[in-house]
């Protein structure tokens, strides 16, 4: 998708303090933030992370609860941030969650809450970060075969994911989401199963391309399991339409799936997220900030904007949403994948952040 420079009256640069909202140059304003509360993970999946693990953040590197806080405020309040999505690494491993929700769900706009997760421990969490505003979540969730399970994520905790998509469901976190990859040689055949799985239980099933974030670098778009080779799977099994709602913002096209309804009678349906090979980066809106306080104006930036050190050197809420309107004013018009030049991010996606 081709995006075109917003033109400046008189010819003339708008500086981005001359602007409200968190809006780049090239027309797009982020109003979605994911936010990363920690780089640890629970899980070794082996698109995100080498079994053994990784060097995790120290301690004093990481925002405090209060620092989050903070922050989240300044992007509520005087950046237009209306969605925010806790993530991690795995972000039930933060122990201050439930306060950092209730502290945000009482802002003045109230954002709309969400998580995304593994899922273990999510049984245990779920009903009370419902009671301190979580709205819903997503839960990954690449196989139901247990061995399959095992092997791509070096842990034997499928029981622990599934207990916590229940127990989303039972506590009200509505819509509950499955996010999944599908590997080349491990589960391409996972698929369908996981579509019958989703609709049999009212989840909402979206399949994500696999992306060049793996902290080996040994990503190879080759062997990739496409968009389209994820919809032939399903519409070999599954009578599928294309979803007449319109997408906006939204990363995923879906698919309205014949004979099934959702819990409110609703047409069902299943979403493609093909970042790599139809890259929807013309419609983004999206400002993310790293769990030791980083802006990352794309997913795949390779630079990053400090404001953890201007907050602790005595920033003012105003200073500290000037450096993040700045930083999201210098974003480019792609990701890039495609390009000879493309490099991958230095962070892997544990520490940037889903």
Request: hydrophobic fraction near 40%; aromatic fraction near 4%.
């Amino acid at each position: 998708m081709v995006v075109t420079p917003v033109p400046s009256a008189g010819d003339s640069p708008v500086a981005p303090s001359e602007l409200t909202g968190l809006p780049d140059q090239y027309g797009r304003v982020a109003t979605d933030l994911r936010v990363s509360l920690t780089d640890r993970c629970n899980l070794r999946c082996s698109y995100c992370m080498p079994p053994e693990g990784l060097p995790w953040l120290a301690g004093p590197e990481l925002l405090t609860d209060d620092e989050v806080v903070r922050l989240l405020t300044v992007a509520v309040t005087r950046l237009g941030v209306a969605e925010i999505r806790f993530t991690g690494g795995e972000p039930l491993l933060r122990p201050g969650l439930p306060g950092i929700v209730a502290a945000v769900a009482a802002l003045t706009p109230r954002p709309q809450l969400s998580l995304t997760t593994n899922g273990i421990g999510l049984a245990r969490l779920a009903t009370p970060l419902r009671d301190a505003g979580l709205d819903r979540v997503n839960v990954s969730l690449d196989t139901l075969d247990p061995v399959r399970f095992a092997r791509l994520t070096h842990r034997r905790r499928l029981t622990d994911v599934l207990d916590g998509l229940r127990g989303a469901a039972a506590a009200g976190l509505v819509p509950v989401k499955i996010n999944a990859v599908l590997l080349r040689g491990e589960n391409e055949q996972d698929g369908p199963d996981l579509l019958r799985f989703a609709l049999r239980h009212g989840y909402q099933l979206r399949f994500i391309e696999q992306m060049p974030l793996d902290p080996q670098h040994g990503w190879d778009r080759a062997t990739m399991i496409t968009a389209a080779e994820v919809l032939a799977s399903l519409t070999a099994e599954f009578t599928l339409r294309p979803d007449p709602a319109h997408r906006g913002s939204a990363p995923a096209e879906t698919w309205l799936v014949d004979g099934y309804t959702d819990a409110d009678g609703q047409p069902a349906t299943v979403g493609i997220i093909g970042s790599v090979t139809r890259p929807f980066c013309g419609d983004c809106d999206r400002t993310r900030l790293t769990a030791d306080g980083q802006v990352r104006n794309c997913l795949f930036a390779r630079q990053e904007h400090d404001l953890r050190d201007a907050l602790r050197a005595g920033a003012t809420d105003a200073e500290l949403a000037e450096r993040w309107r700045a930083a999201m004013w210098g974003k480019l018009p792609g990701h890039g994948i495609d390009d000879q030049s493309f490099l991958q991010p230095a962070r892997p996606m544990s520490a940037i952040g889903g």
